[in-house]
Structures are given as structure tokens and as C-alpha cells.
């Protein structure tokens, strides 16, 4: 099946800071999403981006469906950006749409 | 807020009980979800419902059984849970099945003792 991989696992900023998150799957995919996880386990959707590139605030994620990757950039960084990214990815097969998580990049962000 | 509720927020229950997880989602989409989360692992997708039809992961034990009675309520029937079932259980719906954004609930925490 569909291999994905984020990079980096863990990752420590600076309040202030820019960081880019990278998801890498091993095969041409329908949809691609971002979630943040918050410590307390809820998952907040920030992008729904297949392909091209969209901005929100200081976040923005760019998909290279062609190449098989996506990137997050986070710029200025606060506390509050703290908990897990995971992107997921789908891949539609003829009987039914599977859904795979990347395992994820866990970012701190210190003050 | 993200439109989808789960109750109870946290279970613990013995390996003989048998309890229900409960999802309602407010937006009016047609499809919804149960993934699990286990520490250390990626999401895993369990079930997915939509109006037409139920998707079923083949890994799933029989333990684990999921009840759709209209698009808008999903829950997941739990009886002879293993410790090894402990786990975060996650509801998630979107407007339809593919091609659309998947919005997640809040989680329920399961312990099995």
C-alpha cells in the first residue's frame, strides 16, 4: 500500500521562528490534508490541499502532487503551535477511499 | 469547535463490559468515520459509513462494531475489549466519501483494564 513519511519526527523552536514540515507519499494520491493535533488529542484541520499552494494567516503549505510531496511552513512560530502535525493522504480505489496518516512531526515551541 | 461531538470524552472499562462510543456530527455531511489512535502509531482508518454503504478495514476484530442509524449519529460497539485496545478513538465526517475534508471530533480516551 501507499507509503507516508514526515520529516523532521521532532522539532524544537524558538518562539519567533519559521520551520517547514515535509510529507513524502509513494504514490499518486486524490487528496492530501494537514491537521494539527492539539495535547489534548483534538485534530484541527488547516488544509485541504491536493495540489497548488494556499496561505492561512502565518501558516501555508504547498503540494507538488506531480514530485509525490507536500510541504507546511510555519512562520513566527508561538507557544501555542505546540502539538503534532500529521498529514493524510488519499488514494481512491475502485471499491473504496482509503485514508493514510503520516506518523507525524511532533513541534514544541519554547518562549 | 469543529462540528463534531463524541461522548464520553473518557472510558475506562474492563475486559468483560461491553459500553458504546458515541459521534453526532452538526454540519450535514454524509459520511463519517472511527479511526483509532495508539501511542506511537499513525491514525488507522476502522470504519467509514456513508448513506449507502459501510467500509470496513479487514483488520479489524469482530470486538469492534459500528452502527450507523442515520447520517448525522455513528457509534462503535465495544464488548471483550483486550488492554491492548487502549487507545485514543477518533470520529471524523465529510460532505461526502472522497474528494472532500475530513473534520474530527474531540476523541474519546479509552482505557481497558
Known amino acids: 500500500g501507499i507509503q507516508v513519511e514526515q520529516s523532521p519526527p521532532d522539532l524544537i523552536l524558538q518562539e519567533g521562528a519559521n520551520s517547514t514540515l515535509r510529507c513524502n507519499f509513494s504514490d499518486s494520491v486524490n487528496n492530501l490534508q494537514w491537521f494539527h493535533q492539539n495535547p489534548w488529542g483534538q485534530l484541527i484541520n488547516l488544509f485541504y490541499i491536493p495540489s497548488g499552494t494556499k496561505q492561512n494567516g502565518r501558516l501555508s503549505a504547498t503540494t507538488v502532487a506531480t514530485e509525490r510531496y507536500s510541504l507546511l511552513y510555519i512562520s513566527s512560530s508561538q507557544t501555542t503551535d505546540s502539538g503534532v502535525y500529521f498529514c493524510a493522504v488519499e488514494r481512491r480505489k475502485t471499491s473504496y477511499d482509503k485514508v493514510i496518516f503520516g506518523p507525524g512531526t511532533s513541534l514544541s515551541v519554547i518562549p | 469547535e469543529t462540528g463534531v461531538t463524541q461522548t464520553p470524552r473518557h472510558l475506562v472499562m474492563g475486559m468483560t463490559n461491553k459500553k458504546s462510543l458515541k459521534c453526532e456530527q452538526h454540519?450535514?455531511?454524509?459520511?463519517m468515520y472511527w479511526y483509532k489512535q495508539s501511542a506511537k502509531k499513525p491514525l488507522e482508518l476502522m470504519f467509514v459509513y456513508s448513506l449507502e454503504e459501510r467500509v470496513e478495514n479487514n483488520s479489524v476484530p469482530s470486538r469492534f462494531s459500528p452502527e450507523c442509524p442515520n447520517s448525522s449519529h455513528l457509534f462503535l460497539h465495544l464488548h471483550t475489549l483486550q488492554p491492548e485496545d487502549s487507545a485514543l478513538y477518533l470520529c471524523?465526517?465529510?460532505?461526502?466519501?472522497?474528494?472532500?475534508?475530513?473534520?474530527f471530533g474531540p476523541g474519546t480516551r479509552l482505557t481497558v483494564t
Open positions: 471524523a465526517s465529510s460532505q461526502d466519501r472522497g474528494d472532500h475534508e475530513q473534520y
Open positions: 454540519l450535514g455531511h454524509n459520511a
